[in-house]
């Protein structure tokens, strides 16, 4: 699988403290970008196209999670339309906007992306890079 995959990451899991409550957003918000629930345990989910990329979970020594400061992820979309719309969902599904979807030229002219906080307070990001656009030149 690993070679068919043009990522650089294997998953990013996170933390909830209210676990029916962020399955549920992640349900709403990641359908628009055509994921699913790949795997499911007692306390944890696991989301992605095809294999599990993104997981939803209590944190497993048992503690409170936290949010990172500095930290965000994102989810790529295919088209500027599916950033619309999850964008528009994760509101929809509780999320706290933090940058409606739009282009963002500072990060390079084929860039247009939204950012979300979720529920427990992670930031969340989806974008489409439209390559047709041009290639992203150092600032």
């Not at 962020?22 to 989301?47: H, K, M, Q, S, W």
Request: proline share 9%.
């Amino acid at each position: 699988m690993s070679d068919e995959n043009p990522s650089i990451l294997s998953h990013v899991s996170i933390g909830t403290n209210d676990f029916a409550r962020a399955v549920a957003f992640y349900d709403a918000i990641l359908t628009p970008l055509g994921c699913r629930r790949v795997l499911e345990f007692p306390n944890a989910v696991a989301y992605g196209r095809q294999f599990p990329e993104f997981w939803v979970q209590t944190p497993i020594d048992g503690k409170p999670a936290t949010v990172g400061n500095g930290t965000h992820f994102c989810f790529l979309a295919t088209s500027k339309q599916a950033v619309d719309a999850f964008h528009q969902a994760a509101l929809k599904a509780g999320a706290t906007d933090d940058g409606a979807p739009g282009p963002r030229p500072l990060y390079g002219p084929p860039y247009y992306g939204c950012f979300v906080r979720d529920p427990d307070g992670h930031k969340i990001e989806a974008n489409f890079w439209d390559a047709s656009l041009g290639a992203h030149e150092a600032v």
